[in-house]
């Protein structure tokens, strides 16, 4: 990483209901945007270091903060939305990483978060 750009996490929050309910077109038509998002990088000033999709929240085993961080099966809050994927990517300002993660689906919320260097 140069001095002149900062790592940002993309965050992508949906209803995993909605990716299960989804017939074969619509999940190709998801996958596409992200072919796109993906292809047109570049364009926004933006470098895609990692990305990933996560599993289904029921898979997930929460730390739960106190005395011996007892364990709980699943997400730590129950939301309508979950934490279902993210990239990790390097851009000189978060202007750029924001015009860029709007070619993402729509349905998403998307959170872009500065990476702090420690």
Known sequence: MTDDRSRWMVLLYEDERAWAAAGPQEQQAYLEQHDT???????????ILSSDALQPVA??????????????????????????????????????VVAHARLLPSS???????????
């Open 37 to 47: 998002y993906e292809r047109r990088a570049a364009e926004h000033g933006v470098t």
């Open 108 to 118: 998403y919320t998307v959170e872009v978060r500065p990476v702090a260097v420690l």
């Open 59 to 96: 898979s997930a085993t929460t730390l739960r903060p106190g005395d011996g961080r007892p364990a709980t099966e699943g997400p730590f809050a129950e939301t309508a939305e979950q934490l279902g994927g993210f990239y990790l990517v390097e851009a000189a300002t978060q202007g750029d």
